[in-house]
């Protein structure tokens, strides 16, 4: 955000009528750690490369070069790799 917008928003925070309470969370809203940007990395590199392998196994399995992953071993796969 540029100090404009930064300003802008402090007036505009300044203008509300908080209680104690309102206050409190919406600071512990402002310091909250954002979510951690390595994980949500690994977690999109994650799923295109599971959507490709699954394309890729899906068309081996309709020209009858592989077998199917079924679900229980796809969710075991997830789990194994800390997904669920």
């Known amino acids: 955000m540029t100090t404009l917008a930064l300003n802008n928003l402090w007036t505009y925070i300044q203008g509300l009528s908080l209680k104690q309470k309102e206050r409190e969370w919406l600071a512990s809203k402002l310091i909250e750690p954002q979510a951690d940007d390595a994980k949500t990395a690994r977690q999109k590199a994650y799923v295109k490369e599971t959507l490709t392998r699954a394309l890729r196994e899906v068309e081996d399995a309709k020209r009858g070069k592989t077998k199917m992953m079924t679900l ?12 669920l």
Request: no cysteine.
């Open 72 to 83: 229980d071993e796809f969710e075991e796969e997830l789990r194994k790799d800390g997904i």
